[in-house]
């Protein structure tokens, strides 16, 4: 099946730092987006990017399918963006709703 | 908009007894899933619907899950009998159509003794 990779899988952070966040996937998809799992165990859809490149706020993320990686990024890093990014990937239309999930950054950032 | 609901917030049970979790979609969402997390395994997909109709329950681990969807707006998971193994988060799902995003509740921790 489809792999999906995430690294690093940790990464600390001092307030006010830039990171970048990569999300590898072994064949070609239809549908990729980004959640953050805060620290109470929600999960927040981030964003939806099967292509391109989008922005909201402090996050943008980039999909390149054609190269298999997405990017997020995290620019001005504040103690709220805390927890765990998962990029979750979606084979083809043929098995919508199967969303294969990586294994998630651990972010953590400091005062 | 209030958001996927999903209740109990958290469910303590013995091993054996019947669990069953329950969810309410955004309304005007067409498809829901269920999802369940694990520190061994992550976020694995159980089943999803669209339209109230089970499109993929590959993801049931076996006979013991059941998944219903009776109207637009309900949907409840099932576990007959309950084992310690099944102790995890299980989140709900709803997105708008097949190609929107995502929106996840707040999850249902349940532990089984």
């Known amino acids: 099946g489809i792999q999906v990779e995430q690294s690093p899988p940790d990464l600390i952070l001092q307030e006010g730092a830039n990171s970048t966040l990569r999300c590898n996937f072994s064949?070609?998809?239809?549908?990729l987006q980004w959640f953050h799992q805060n620290p109470w165990g929600q999960l927040i859809n981030l964003f939806y990017?099967?292509?391109g490149t989008k922005q909201n706020g402090r996050l943008s993320a980039t999909t390149v399918a054609t190269e298999r990686y997405s990017l997020l990024y995290i620019s001005s890093s504040q103690t709220t963006d805390s927890g765990v990014y998962f990029c979750?990937?979606?084979?083809?239309?043929?098995?919508?709703?199967?969303?294969?999930f990586g294994a998630g950054t651990q972010v953590v950032v400091t005062p | 908009d209030a958001g996927v609901i999903q209740s109990p917030r958290h469910e303590v049970t013995e091993m054996g007894q019947e669990v069953t979790l329950r969810c309410k979609p955004i309304?005007?969402?067409?498809?829901l899933f269920w999802y369940r997390q694990t520190m061994m395994r992550g976020l694995e997909l159980l089943i999803y619907?669209?339209?109230?109709?089970?499109?993929?329950d590959s993801g049931m681990p076996e006979d013991r899950f059941s998944a219903k969807m009776p109207n637009a707006s309900f949907s409840t998971l099932k576990i007959q009998p309950s084992e310690p193994r099944d102790s995890a988060v299980y989140f709900c799902?709803?997105?708008?159509?097949?190609?929107?995003?995502?929106?996840f509740g707040n999850g249902t921790r349940l532990t089984v003794t």
């Open positions: 619907f669209n339209n109230n109709v089970p499109i993929d």
């Open positions: 990017i099967p292509s």
């Open positions: 309304s005007g969402h067409d498809y």
């Open positions: 799902a709803s997105s708008y159509s097949y190609n929107s995003p995502l929106h």
């Open positions: 064949d070609s998809v239809n549908n």
């Open positions: 979750a990937v979606e084979l083809s239309t043929d098995s919508w709703g199967k969303f294969q």
